[in-house]
């Protein structure tokens, strides 16, 4: 029987990408997993997917009583939370110099603000001690990367987070740490950074192991990270990323700017 065997899975953002193939393997597990985006049509298509222990909530994390109401709704249906996953992000590439203030703020709003609605909101709900709360962030976070402005603010902001609440929530039995995909095959994110193949050429040409990677990489990461396995692990951030990271991202910079 797996670890997970009947654990209760929270995953923002779990109906696409990379935190649906979280969500997919956690549930693979036996997990009873819950899933949160905007759309109920991804929401509904994620529920199916994920089987008949699975449950979801239309709501955007930038509203904080939705996502509140979420939480505690999984906590009343499944039992407390063993896992939180915080993945909801929006990302496009745009030079700083037009970008609308707008159009910064809603980056942030989704990716950090959001994480700490989702954070926030699910304290209370967590089995303490031995929940363990994942953030995904980026490469961009410690990787000044053109064009991502926003998403290098936003997702340097989830990592500072992760490292506070992680001393906060560490003497309640909570360990908290991020990951930081690199570029992942399939996925809307990759689709909006390098949507052309000389682009894709390119981001590949910077990554050291010399391929996209894939959510089941990330998924993988995951479940070690939130297992026993990982018990005395809180307030890092865990690299997935074959190793792009480590000689920064000027490399992807070129694909994004092409
Ligand atoms: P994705 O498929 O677009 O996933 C984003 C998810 O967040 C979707 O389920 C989306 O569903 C949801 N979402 C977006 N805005 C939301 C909001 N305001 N409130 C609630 N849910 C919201 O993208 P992805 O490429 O797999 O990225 C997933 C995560 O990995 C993100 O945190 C991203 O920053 C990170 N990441 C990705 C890559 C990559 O290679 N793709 C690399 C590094 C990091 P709705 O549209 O229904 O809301
Ligand atoms: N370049 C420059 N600005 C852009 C942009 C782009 N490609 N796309 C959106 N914006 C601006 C909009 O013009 C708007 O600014 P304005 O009011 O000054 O005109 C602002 O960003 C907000 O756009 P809006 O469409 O109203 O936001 P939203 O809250 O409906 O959607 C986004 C959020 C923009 C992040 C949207 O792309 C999204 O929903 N993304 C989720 C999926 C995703 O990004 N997946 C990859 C994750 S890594």
Known sequence: MSSYDGKVVFVSGGTSGINLGIARRFAGEGAHVAVMSRSQDKVDAAVAELGEHAIGFAADVREPDAVAAALAATAERLGPIDVLISGAAGNFPAPAATMSSNAFRSVVDIDL??????????????????????????????????????????????????????????????????????????????????????????????????????????????????????????????????????????????????
């Open 113 to 258: 603000n959001g994480t700490f609605n989702v954070m926030r909101g699910a304290y209370e709900h967590l089995r303490k001690p031995g929940a363990a709360i994942i953030n995904i962030t980026a490469f961009q976070s410690w990787s000044p990367t053109p064009f991502q402005a926003h998403v290098c603010a936003a997702k340097a902001g989830i990592d500072q987070l992760t490292r506070t609440l992680a001393m906060e929530w560490g003497p309640s039995g909570v360990r908290i740490n991020s990951i930081a995909p690199g570029p992942i095959a399939g996925t809307e994110g990759m689709r909006r950074l390098a949507p052309t193949p000389e682009a894709e050429a390119a981001t590949t040409a910077a990554v050291p192991l010399g391929r996209y990677g894939t959510t089941d990489d990330i998924a993988e990461a995951a479940l070690w990270l939130c297992s026993d396995k990982a018990g005395y692990v809180t307030g890092t951030v865990l690299s997935v990323d074959g190793g792009l990271a480590l000689g920064g991202s000027s490399a992807l910079s070129s694909a994004i700017m092409a």
